[in-house]
C-alpha cells in the first residue's frame, strides 16, 4: 500500500485517483513540480480495503495503515524502551537529561543529533513550560519530527522514461529482497517494470530477482557470470526500446573499503549513463537499520562514490539501534524513501517523520 509515489504531470489517467485517506505532510520540494500518483483500487487490493469506509480525520488511520504502524512500533520497542523509561520519574531536571543523552546515546543517534535533540527539547521544554516528564516525552516526539522531516520525500517516478534505479550496498542488507518488495508494489500501481540482475557475483540473486520477477510477470534481463556493467546496459536500453516505466537495477553487495569493487560500482553508473544520457535518475543505497551507526559510515562513503539520491532503511524490526535515523537527518540528510520492518512484503512501507518518531517514542 505504498500511497506516495509521484509522477509528473501530466500524470496518466489511469492513475489520478485520489487517496481515500489523509496524507503525512511533505517535505516542501521546490525544484520538483510532481503530482502525487495514487495506486489504484483496482490495482492493489490493499488501497481498495482502504478505500472503505473513507477516513473523516486524521486520527482515523486505515487498517492497512494501521496494521504497517503497529508493526512499526514492534520493530522500534527495543530502541524506544530505553529512551521511554526516562520519562517515568517524577521532575524534570538534569538527571533527566544526562539519562536521556545516555538512552539517546545507546540507541545510536550520534553525538551530533542527541545534542541537536537535547537543545531543541531544552527551547520546547521552556517555552511550553512544561512540568511533567510526560510533557517532555510528547516534546521530545515533536522535536524527533522535525529532525526527521527533511528525510521525508517520495520516490518521483515518471520524470523519465524508464525511471532508472540503481541500488546498491553492503552485503546482504536487504537489497534484492527490497527490490522485490518495490517490484510488486509498481507492478500493483500498473508500472511496468523491467529488473536488472547486475548482481552476477552471487548467483542466488540473480534466482531470487527471477522468482520476484516471474510473481509480478515482469521482465528480468541477467547473464551467467557476465558483467554487471553490461547487463545494466542491456536492461537500460531494454527498457527504452520496450517503454518500460522502470528499471530497477540490483547490484552486488560489497563493503566502502573495498576499493575495487566501489570503482565497479562507478562503472555501472557510467555504462548506464552511456545507455541513457539522464539514468541513473535515482541511486538508492539499502542499509541495514541494525548496524546503527555503521550504516551512517556507509551513507557517506557510498555517497561520495556514487552521489546517493535515496535511502532504503531495513531491518528495523528488533533493533535497538533506530536512533541512527536521527544520526542521517543530522548529518548525511539523504531522503529515505523506504524503511523495512521485517521479511514480509507488506513490512517494506514509505517513510514518514512524524510516523517513526510517534513509534520510538510509543
Ligand atoms: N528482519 C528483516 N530481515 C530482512 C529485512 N529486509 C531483508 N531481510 C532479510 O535479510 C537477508 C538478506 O537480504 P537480501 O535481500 O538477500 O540482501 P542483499 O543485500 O541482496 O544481499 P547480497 O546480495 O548478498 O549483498 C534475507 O534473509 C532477507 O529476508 C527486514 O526489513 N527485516
Request: proline share 6%.
Amino acid at each position: 500500500m505504498f500511497s506516495f509515489f509521484k509522477k509528473k504531470s501530466p500524470a496518466p489517467e489511469a492513475q489520478s485517483v485520489t487517496a481515500p485517506w489523509p496524507q503525512p505532510a511533505q517535505t516542501p520540494d521546490a525544484g520538483v513540480s510532481t503530482t502525487a500518483v495514487q495506486p489504484t483500487a483496482a490495482a492493489n487490493p490493499a488501497i481498495a480495503r482502504q478505500a472503505e469506509p473513507p477516513p473523516n480525520g486524521a486520527e482515523n488511520v486505515p487498517a492497512a495503515r494501521q496494521g504497517w504502524l503497529d508493526r512499526l512500533k514492534a520493530g522500534l520497542r527495543k530502541t524506544g524502551s530505553s529512551i521511554t523509561t526516562v520519562f517515568t520519574g517524577t521532575r524534570i531536571d538534569d538527571e533527566l537529561y544526562e539519562e536521556l543523552e545516555t538512552a539517546l546515546l545507546m540507541a545510536d543517534t550520534g553525538v551530533k543529533a542527541t545534542e541537536h535533540l537535547l537543545q531543541d527539547l531544552k527551547r520546547r521544554v521552556k517555552e511550553a513550560k512544561a512540568t511533567d516528564p510526560s510533557q517532555v516525552k510528547t516534546l521530545l516526539t515533536d522535536a524527533i519530527t522535525d529532525l526527521l522531516q527533511p528525510l521525508q520525500k517520495p520516490l518521483a517516478i515518471g520524470d523519465h522514461q524508464p525511471t532508472v534505479i540503481m541500488v546498491a550496498g553492503v552485503n546482504g542488507a536487504g537489497k534484492t529482497t527490497s527490490i522485490g518488495k518495490l517490484t510488486k508494489h509498481l507492478a500493483d500501481e500498473g508500472l511496468s517494470v523491467l529488473l536488472a540482475a547486475a548482481d552476477t557475483f552471487r548467483a542466488a540473486a540473480k534466482e531470487q530477482l527471477a522468482v520476484w520477477a516471474d510473481r509480478n510477470t515482469v521482465e528480468i534481463v541477467s547473464q551467467q557470470g557476465g558483467d554487471p556493467a553490461a547487463v545494466s546496459f542491456d536492461a537500460v536500453s531494454a527498457g527504452r526500446a520496450r517503454g518500460r516505466d522502470v528499471v530497477l537495477v540490483d547490484t552486488a553487495g560489497r563493503l566502502p573499503t573495498q576499493t575495487h569493487l566501489m570503482e565497479e560500482l562507478k562503472k555501472i553508473k557510467r555504462v548506464v549513463q552511456k545507455a541513457d544520457g539522464t539514468a541513473p535518475h535515482e541511486v538508492l543505497l539499502v542499509i541495514d537499520g541494525n548496524t546503527g551507526q555503521n550504516a551512517l559510515a556507509q551513507v557517506k562513503a557510498f555517497d561520495d562514490t556514487l552521489g546517493l539520491t535515496g535511502l532504503i532503511v531495513t531491518k528495523l524490526d528488533g533493533t535497538a539501534k533506530g536512533g541512527v535515523l536521527c544520526a542521517i537527518a543530522r548529518e548525511k540528510p539523504i531522503p529515505v524513501y523506504f524503511i523495512g520492518v521485517g521479511e514480509k512484503l507488506e513490512d517494506l512501507e514509505t517513510f514518514n517523520a512524524r510516523e517513526f518518531a510517534q513509534a520510538l517514542l510509543s
